[in-house]
């Protein structure tokens, strides 16, 4: 039974550019949630999606995007990166995402950007 | 913001001696869930608290959930070195699917 798996696992990019982050749900879930940790910091809620459509989202800028498959598996995009968009990233999955239900989080993809 | 405040931030615990952890929201909470992040490592989900003054046991951790429901605590009885790692505790809001992590208690354990 796979658990969430993300790729990559780092990334180093500089100011401006784009950046992708993959994540695959544990067997079973259909809800993918990202979150953004910076050092020393709790994860922070960008967004959520279900059935394809961002259900819910936090305070982060237009420049994060996303998508979702209808194999359940989702993508992060970052426009335009900044050096405060450095951070480990982080892909959670749930099974409809209700709230109460709890989170099985990848190992994150840490990206550096400089 | 955050919608819940964890104190205190940092925790260094003499191996063997106890300690808790506390987490506290200005609203309401439909329920509270906390999670472990060993050093380099992701958030693992520990348990889920949802009655008013709830009480449930792991082993060494002891988690309970305020009766007003906006707090909660964790408390670890003889701490041994692999309790070493960032504890959070989450919540969602009433009527929505966000689960809002805390800043966590970093804890470090003294052989």
């Known amino acids: 039974d796979a658990g969430v798996t993300q790729s990559p696992t780092h990334l180093i990019k500089t100011r401006g550019q784009q950046v992708t982050l993959r994540c695959s749900p544990k067997?079973?879930?259909?809800?993918v949630s990202w979150y953004q940790q910076a050092l020393g910091q709790g994860p922070q809620f960008i967004f959520q999606?279900?059935?394809?459509?961002?259900?819910q989202r936090g305070n982060f800028p237009d420049r994060f995007s996303g998508h979702q498959f209808p194999n359940y598996s989702s993508e992060l995009n970052v426009n335009a990166l900044l050096l405060g968009d450095s951070a480990l990233y982080l892909c959670a999955s749930s099974l409809r995402g209700g709230n109460n239900e709890k989170l099985f989080f990848g190992s994150g993809t840490q990206l550096s950007v400089l | 913001g955050q919608q819940v405040m964890q104190i205190p931030q940092y925790q260094h615990v003499q191996e063997g001696e106890d300690f808790t952890t506390y987490c506290n929201s200005s609203t309401t909470l439909s329920n509270i869930q906390w999670y472990k992040q060993r050093p380099g490592g992701h958030p693992v989900f520990l348990i889920q608290?949802?009655?008013?003054?709830e009480v449930k046991k792991q082993k060494r951790l002891t988690f309970q959930f305020g009766e007003a429901k906006k707090n909660s605590s964790l408390h670890i009885t003889a701490t041994q070195t692999t309790d070493v790692g960032t504890y959070f505790c989450a919540a969602y809001k009433a009527a929505g699917n966000k689960l809002t992590f805390g800043g966590g208690t970093r804890v470090l354990v003294k052989p």
């Open positions: 608290l949802v009655k008013s003054g």
């Open positions: 999606y279900y059935e394809e459509e961002e259900r």
């Open positions: 067997s079973g879930h259909d809800t």
